[in-house]
C-alpha cells in the first residue's frame, strides 16, 4: 500500500469515447480503465494528492489523420517535418462525442484538464511535449508550481501517450510511476513491448496498482 501525499499527482491519459468500444481508435478492453481510474481518483483526493486529466484534442483535418494524407491508410508511418508519425484513423476531434470523456469517468475532483494535439501539424502523445519533443503543453510548469514531485500515469494507450508521458515525466526530474492495472494497450507492431523497454530504460516504476 503506498502511501500517498499532498506531493503527489494523478495524470488519466485519454480517457475518451473513441479509445474505448465503439470508438474510432478503440483500445482492446479499453472500458476497463474506467471504474479503475474512478477509484484511483478517489484514492488520491482523499489523501489530499492531485488528479489530472488528459483530453486528446485533434482540430478536423489533423496531420495525424490518415485521411489528411491522400493514398495513406490508418496505421502507417510517414514523415512529416519532426520526424516519423503513425497515421491514425481520425479519432478526438474537437468538440464531438468522439473526443469527450467516456461517460463513466467520474473525476469531478480534477483541478486541471490538460488539451493536447490541437495544433493542426503537430502531434501530441505526451502530456508534457507534443511530437516535435520541444512544444510543452505546460504541465510540466503546473506540477512545479503546485509541487508535485511524484506522478501516477494510467489510462489509454499505455504504449503511445500514457508511455510517453510517464517517460517524458522523468526527463523533467519527477520520479514517474506508471499503473499498468489501469491502462490498457494499442500494441501496434511490438509497440507495447518497446515501450515497456524505454519505460525501464527511463527510470519509470511499472506497477499493476497502489
Ligand atoms: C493516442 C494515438 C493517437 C493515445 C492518441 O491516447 O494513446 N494514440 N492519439
Ligand atoms: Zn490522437
Known amino acids: 500500500m503506498t502511501a500517498l501525499t499532498m506531493a503527489d499527482l494523478l495524470v488519466l491519459v485519454d480517457i475518451q469515447n473513441d479509445f474505448c468500444s465503439g470508438g474510432a481508435l478503440a483500445v482492446a478492453d479499453g472500458d476497463a480503465v474506467v471504474p479503475a481510474a474512478n477509484a484511483l481518483a478517489r ?43 503513425t497515421l491514425w484513423p481520425t479519432h478526438c476531434v474537437q468538440g464531438t462525442a468522439g473526443a469527450a470523456f467516456h ?60 508511455a510517453y508521458s510517464a517517460e517524458d515525466a522523468t526527463r523533467l526530474g519527477f520520479a514517474s510511476v506508471l499503473l499498468t492495472g489501469a491502462s490498457r494497450a494499442i500494441d501496434l507492431g511490438g509497440s507495447l513491448a518497446t515501450a515497456l523497454h524505454r519505460l525501464r530504460a527511463a527510470g519509470v516504476t511499472l506497477a499493476a496498482g497502489l
Open 43 to 85: 484514492r488520491f483526493h482523499a489523501a489530499g494528492a492531485g488528479v489530472v486529466l488528459t483530453q486528446d484534442w485533434h482540430p478536423p483535418g489533423h496531420s495525424s489523420f490518415a485521411a489528411s494524407h491522400p493514398g495513406t491508410i490508418p496505421f502507417q508511418d510517414i514523415t512529416l517535418s519532426y520526424g516519423t508519425q
Open 103 to 162: 461517460p463513466g469517468l467520474d473525476v469531478p475532483m480534477a483541478g486541471l484538464i490538460v488539451r493536447k494535439g490541437f495544433r493542426p501539424d503537430l502531434d501530441s502523445y505526451s502530456a508534457f511535449f507534443e511530437n516535435d519533443r520541444t512544444t510543452t503543453t505546460g504541465l510540466g510548469g503546473y506540477c512545479r508550481e503546485r509541487g508535485f514531485t511524484r506522478l501516477f500515469f494510467a489510462g489509454l494507450a499505455t504504449d503511445y501517450c500514457v
